[in-house]
């Protein structure tokens, strides 16, 4: 590779903080508003122009469609969002809009309605941009959007800040704690973190999620009845998901595929999760591409460009081959890749299949997570009030001072990934890392010797369940 040497320069500090969350997806906004709670300086850098990552960028807003009656939940700052959001007229209730009774039927049956009330209700993707917006200004967080970290203020092996590069140039922010939210252990690689990824034809997909309008929604409830997918679609389960209602959706393309519209080559498979009176569909999870690295730009680059491609063959499918799209169109393509998997950390500690699957218990618990496994072929539910504890030791990553890593990039087996890169998971594990920050912070150690009784007595009244 040719390459050219870049001349020194002397770099303006930004600003100055105790603790600095780098990425404000799920993990990121838990982890600062955790921080910020606990009364100490917090700065939350985003490259984008919202907050929200995966949830307002990929237009997920199925956050919780995990629970069911019987799932025993994680609390914290995750189900406040909804909470929030709820009150705000943020979420889409997925239940009270189904006017066919055998709909009804069938969703109280799964579980996913009690008493009269969903278990969940969806994020409205769009309006969750100002709902993230109101938390952090309410905690009074230091918001920095359009901002990338491109590198790492370290001295000795202990994270001092980061670098950044904005339409401000390049800028340090310099903090007492830091907190890699990035989702692909960004700020953990330049700060020499071990860590681990697979080849890029083992990682798990990228998609390209889009949204519909002018669907008539009774048509396909209907269509969706009489061709009820199940959760054994999927793949793996442990018995007890297999014939559990999903909203897989293959037919319209494979026939697409089979007359010649959609490529041989290319299979799409779609999950939907809500619908709205005006006839949308807000997010269809069915562009699925696979040998993608996350961390490479020339990946990016052409997953982004093919996934829109294949949406709008998807739109075409839907249109011609699923009763009551007749007259829809495309009403959203998301701003930037669904991303799954790239770099994890080498942790302190490093969660294994054996633990996602058997209830672990851990004595550094700063959470609990439902038995929710989903990727690889497997999917497992949390519909018997099955769940494992998440362990402070997998967001310390080693060999790197008072920098504490959270989401999807927590340190981990192959199979316990599809649960920690969960939304819900990534809540825990990112509001364990605001707090943690904020205790070290105030006892004056390193985030390694934190007092983890502390921790969880925090995360306690917080709301998080850590046992």
């Not at 629970?67 to 700052?77: E, L, N």
């Not at 997925?94 to 055998?102: A, L, M, Q, R």
């Not at 491109?150 to 994270?159: F, G």
């Not at 089979?258 to 807000?282: F, K, L, M, Q, R």
Request: aromatic letters at 8%; hydrophobic letters at 40%.
């Amino acid at each position: 590779m040719k390459k050219i040497e870049e001349p020194s320069k002397i770099i303006p500090v930004m600003t100055e903080t105790d603790v600095l969350v780098v990425g404000g997806g799920p993990a990121g906004l838990c982890a600062a508003l955790a921080a910020a709670r606990e009364g100490v300086d917090t700065v939350l850098v985003e490259r984008y122009g919202c907050f929200g990552g995966v949830i307002t960028q990929a237009i997920i807003g199925t956050i919780a469609w995990y629970r069911y009656a019987k799932t025993v939940d994680a609390g914290g700052i995750g189900v406040e969002f909804e909470r929030r959001a709820k009150e705000m007229g943020a979420t889409i209730n997925i239940i009270g809009n189904i006017k066919n009774p055998e709909m009804v039927e069938v969703l109280e049956q799964e579980g996913l309605m009690v008493n009269g009330e969903p278990t969940y209700e969806v994020l409205e993707t769009e309006i969750f941009k100002y709902v993230a917006d109101v938390l952090i200004q309410e905690a009074r967080i230091t918001p920095i959007l359009h901002c990338s970290a491109v590198d790492v203020v370290i001295d000795n092996n202990t994270i001092k800040g980061v670098i950044t590069e904005s339409k401000s140039g390049r800028q340090a922010i310099l903090a007492k704690r830091v907190i890699d939210a990035t989702g692909d252990a960004d700020i953990a690689y330049l700060a020499g973190a071990p860590f681990r990824k697979s080849p890029k034809n083992e990682l798990m997909e990228v998609t390209v999620n889009f949204g519909c309008s002018g669907i008539n929604i009774g048509k396909f409830l209907m269509y969706i009845y009489l061709n009820r997918g199940s959760i054994g679609d999927w793949g793996e389960t442990s018995g007890k998901e297999e014939d559990t209602f999903s909203t897989y959706l293959v037919e319209p393309f494979n026939r697409a595929r089979e007359a010649g519209e959609i490529p041989e080559d290319v299979t799409i498979e779609s999950y939907w999760t809500n619908y709205t009176d005006a006839g949308e569909i807000t997010s269809f999870n069915g562009i699925h591409m696979t040998d993608i690295d996350c961390t490479d730009v020339w990946d990016l680059t052409k997953a982004e460009i093919e996934g829109r491609k294949r949406v709008m063959w998807a739109v075409e499918a839907l249109k011609k081959y699923t009763p009551g799209f007749k007259k829809a169109r495309l009403r959203t393509i998301g701003s930037s890749l669904g991303t799954r998997e790239s770099r994890k950390i080498i942790g302190e500690y490093n969660i294994t299949e054996h633990d996602v699957r058997n209830e672990a218990r851990f004595e550094d618990s700063i959470g609990i997570c439902p038995e929710f496994i989903d990727g690889y072929g497997i999917a497992i539910l949390p519909t018997t009030g099955r769940y494992f504890q998440v362990p402070f030791g997998i967001i310390l990553p080693q060999k790197v001072e008072n920098l504490l890593v959270a989401g999807r990039c927590v340190a981990g087996d192959r199979i316990s990934h599809a649960a920690t890169r969960q939304m819900a998971c990534c809540t825990v594990t990112g509001q364990g890392a605001g707090v943690a920050a904020a205790v070290s912070l105030k006892d004056n150690v390193i985030c390694r010797q934190v007092d983890i009784s502390k921790v969880q007595k925090i995360l306690k009244e917080q709301g998080v369940r850590i046992e």
